[in-house]
């Protein structure tokens, strides 16, 4: 059974096409106009083995919270089609990442009960142009449309790349632990 799934969704603010496979090798295809944003959806990616491609454009001269919250949007939803009944599959998934001197930890249900518990601090307001704030609702979004439980925790770190990395690392590592197949299900 195929685990894949393609979501559309346009917007007065925005336009985005997503396709995921979960049963992938972490290939990619990111295009916004949210370049750091577009690293850290990579990275989930390879993290995962999820394959994914995502076309996203909007009203970016405002700035990128639109964007990239119905990203967020666009993904759960992807994700929660290509999980399907959710048969077979370990259900939880759990994850340490370090980066140098950051540490995240992801801790994930496929439950059907949205919700988010987010805890990280960053030391600026900005990572290039992306505001990091939009980290959280990146997440806030893809927790409801997914349908997940998702707790999201930076255990510790200075520097704010590093730790926004980990914590996508850390969410594409649990994800990957819960959605696999286990054959005594």
Not at 20 to 35: C, R, S, V, Y
Not at 60 to 67: P, W
């Given at each position: ?37 577009n690293?850290m ?30 990203i ?8 929660l089609?290509a999980v ?7 259900r ?10 950051a ?7 496929i ?8 805890d ?10 992306f505001?990091?704030?939009?980290v959280?609702?990146?997440?806030t979004a893809?927790?409801s ?22 914590l996508?690392?850390?969410f ?9 197949m286990?054959?005594?299900?």
């Amino acid at each position: 059974m195929a685990r894949y799934a393609e979501t559309y969704r346009i917007t007065k603010e925005t336009e985005v096409k997503a396709q995921l496979d979960l049963d992938g090798e972490g290939k990619n295809n990111i295009q916004t106009p949210a370049f750091f944003f577009n690293h850290m959806l990579n990275l989930f990616s390879r993290h995962s083995l999820f394959n994914l491609d995502i076309e996203a454009n909007g009203d970016v001269e405002v700035d990128f919270h639109h964007l990239v919250e119905d990203i967020g949007i666009v993904l759960g939803e992807c994700f929660l089609k290509a999980v399907g009944n959710k048969e077979g599959i370990h259900r939880y998934g759990n994850f340490y990442v370090p980066m140098d001197e950051a540490l995240a930890f992801c801790s994930v249900d496929i439950s059907g009960r949205p919700y988010l518990f987010f805890d990280a601090s960053f030391n600026k307001d900005k990572v290039g142009e992306f505001d990091v704030e939009l980290v959280e609702e990146f997440f806030t979004a893809f927790a409801s449309s997914a349908r997940i439980t998702l707790h999201l925790e930076m255990i510790r770190g200075k520097n704010t790349h590093h730790i926004i990395e980990a914590l996508f690392k850390a969410f594409g590592r649990a994800l990957r632990q819960a959605v696999s197949m286990d054959s005594r299900e």
